[in-house]
């Protein structure tokens, strides 16, 4: 059974960013994700500024800015990190000692251990997705969301605020949208990331708040940079 210092659930934007330097950092770094096949992947060809040094800024090339091929050299520079472990799996709640969070199960059995678990779950919490006269429990398209995960979250008080995103039509895929739960601005620290309720538990990205790639990448950065300070 794995221990991590750091275990972020959710290989987006915000949540990759922050385990890619966390581990060049030397923090060893679980980054789960429910499908491995879209980590880091943007709806549309993500574009300049980025944050420097960020991963979204290295995993860029201009010469070639097709979505899936972004996604190819970001996951390539997670795995290529010591002190990161990439894997997938599927989060269905919280285990606690007390009052602090110590441990993710998940769905395919074994749980991982960690210090501290940051949650950057973007749209998937109670999500629902909506394309034309069709409606299915899903975060993004053809990704199902955490119903597990959003029940354990309720049952531990947590309280939400509804949001809704669209994501444009594009040449490969069709145009829809996501309505999805996210964490009540009561239930979130803004200068430390920390979901209040309980201890060693943290959230970022989409899950907290809204913004475009640049912007989660930023706050992915931050997010890491606090966890370093308090990790010494």
Request: charged share 25%; hydrophobic share 40%.
């Given at each position: 059974m794995r221990r991590y210092q750091v275990l972020i659930v959710g290989a987006g934007f915000a949540g990759s960013e922050a385990a890619y330097l966390l581990a060049q950092k030397g923090v060893r770094v679980g980054l789960l994700t429910q499908s491995?096949?879209?980590?880091?992947m943007p709806f549309l060809p993500p574009k300049p500024p980025f944050p420097p040094g960020s991963l979204l800024e290295k995993a860029y090339d201009p010469e070639?800015?097709?979505v899936w091929a972004f996604h190819?050299?970001?996951?390539?520079?997670?795995?290529?990190?010591?002190?990161?472990?990439?894997?997938?799996?599927?989060?269905?709640g919280l285990l606690l000692e007390g009052e602090r969070v110590v441990?993710?199960?998940?769905?395919?059995?074994?749980?991982?251990?960690?210090e501290r678990v940051v949650l950057a779950v973007g749209s998937f919490l109670g999500a629902r997705l909506f394309l034309g006269g069709v409606e299915e429990e899903a975060?993004?398209?053809s990704e199902a969301s955490y119903p597990d995960l959003w029940e354990?979250?309720?049952?531990?008080?947590?309280?939400?605020?509804?949001?809704?995103?669209?994501?444009?039509?594009?040449?490969?895929?069709?145009?829809?949208?996501?309505?999805?739960?996210?964490?009540?601005p009561e239930e979130w620290e803004e200068a430390t990331f920390r979901l209040t309720r309980l201890k060693g538990l943290y959230a970022v990205g989409l899950c907290v708040r809204e913004g475009d790639y640049a912007l989660m990448s930023q706050e992915g950065k931050r997010l890491a940079e606090h966890l370093l300070h308090e990790l010494g």
């Open positions: 491995l096949d879209s980590v880091m070639d800015e097709r190819a050299r970001a996951k390539y520079l997670l795995e290529a990190e010591d002190n990161l472990h990439l894997f997938q799996a599927t989060a269905t441990r993710v199960n998940t769905w395919e059995g074994p749980p991982a251990l960690a975060g993004r398209l354990s979250l309720k049952a531990l008080g947590f309280r939400f605020v509804e949001r809704e995103g669209e994501v444009p039509e594009t040449p490969t895929t069709p145009g829809y949208r996501v309505r999805y739960q996210a964490f009540h």
